[in-house]
């Protein structure tokens, strides 16, 4: 088959199928999770606060996802008079596409991934760092200076928080000594003993809490924060436009969960792996959508249980808590690789 003047092969043509399929299918499997993780926080949060969530379209309230997705769809989508027309309508593709693309490395079970390229973590860096731009020009692009608001303080809570996202992870890459996520992960696979979260436990805690704050949640939620700026970067959009932000923000939140899996909980690796158990039969993608939908329900439980940080605090805690802990414990780390200590650490 000949394409632009490029002959492909049959093997060739299938392999291009293939990848296509599979990006179809990641991606309608990411925006149905974020669907229905937004009937799983309303539905758990209610619980908790002794009410129902939604339980009326649909059995068990299970079509409400799809009814608030019509409603955004058939909203009008509203463009300022003195809004940036080009800059106000690309921010909400800036801060999806990163949101989406950064699945194609991800390793879902043994030897499946869309991409399984060598420098996986470093691709997933340089890609969740692109988001932040998206929300900037929103809010710059919308002349509002509740959104201008929001964006200042979503650019100065990403930055410090991604500084200790990335010491956390340069632990996990020293410890592997491989940016492939695959091979992250086949080395935590023998037992739930050379799960890396066993060394770096305060790495991972690190990594967890700013992952919530890198996804403006709850307590963190300060560049959304409707008491005192409406609703931060996004409060000009509507329609479509403010669904491409919603999808991202929980998209990103799945993400997030799956990369702490992967990284820390041993990605698709059963945590019952060398004994004789029936469980032992369950394929990969089960454990690693297990694991990630337990690091979900947290970050469900922290919207329902922790107030507002302050601004000052989240600062504080990401600058003098965050990094000096990274730091230090990168250094044991280095001394436990260099004396070989314990089942990580060994190569």
């Not at 000009?236 to 993400?255: D, K, T």
Request: hydrophobic residues 60%; positive net charge.
């Amino acid at each position: 088959m000949t394409f632009d003047g490029i002959v492909l092969s049959p093997e060739d043509l299938r392999a291009v199928v293939r990848t296509v399929g599979a990006v179809v299918l990641t991606t309608v499997g990411v925006i149905l999770s974020v669907a229905y993780l937004t009937y799983a926080e309303r539905k758990i949060i209610g619980y908790m606060q002794a009410r129902l969530g939604p339980n009326r379209v649909g059995r068990w309230g299970l079509l409400q996802p799809f009814a608030d997705v019509f409603k955004l769809l058939s909203k009008e989508p509203v463009i300022p008079d003195a809004a940036s027309r080009a800059v106000f309508v690309g921010a909400p593709l800036l801060v999806l596409t990163p949101a989406l693309a950064a699945w194609a490395v991800i390793p879902f079970a043994p030897h499946t991934a869309i991409a399984p390229i060598n420098a996986g973590l470093l691709y997933l860096l340089a890609l969740t760092s692109l988001g932040v731009y998206g929300v900037i020009l929103a809010g710059w692009a919308s002349n509002s200076r509740y959104a201008l608001l929001g964006a200042m303080r979503s650019a100065a809570q990403i930055v410090s928080y991604e500084i200790a996202m990335g010491f956390a992870l340069v632990g996990v890459l020293m410890a592997a000594g491989t940016l492939d996520l695959g091979h992250l992960v086949a080395r935590q696979a023998p037992n739930i003993l050379h799960w890396y979260v066993i060394p770096l436990l305060p790495l991972f805690f690190v990594y967890f809490i700013s992952a919530v704050a890198e996804t403006n949640r709850a307590p963190f939620d300060v560049v959304e924060g409707e008491s005192e700026i409406v609703a931060g970067f996004h409060v000009e959009y509507s329609g479509v436009m403010f669904a491409m932000f919603f999808l991202a923000e929980y998209a990103n939140m799945i993400l997030v969960s799956t990369l702490a899996a992967t990284l820390f909980l041993g990605g698709w690796a059963s945590p019952f792996a060398g004994l004789p158990w029936g469980l032992l039969a369950a394929p990969g993608f089960f454990w690693l959508a297990l694991k990630v939908m337990i690091l979900l329900f947290c970050f469900l439980w922290f919207r329902a249980t922790f107030p507002r940080f302050r601004y000052d605090q989240i600062m504080r805690l990401g600058w003098k808590v965050f990094v000096p802990l990274t730091i230090v414990w990168i250094s044991l780390e280095g001394v436990a690789l260099w004396y070989r200590v314990g089942p990580w650490f060994a190569r």
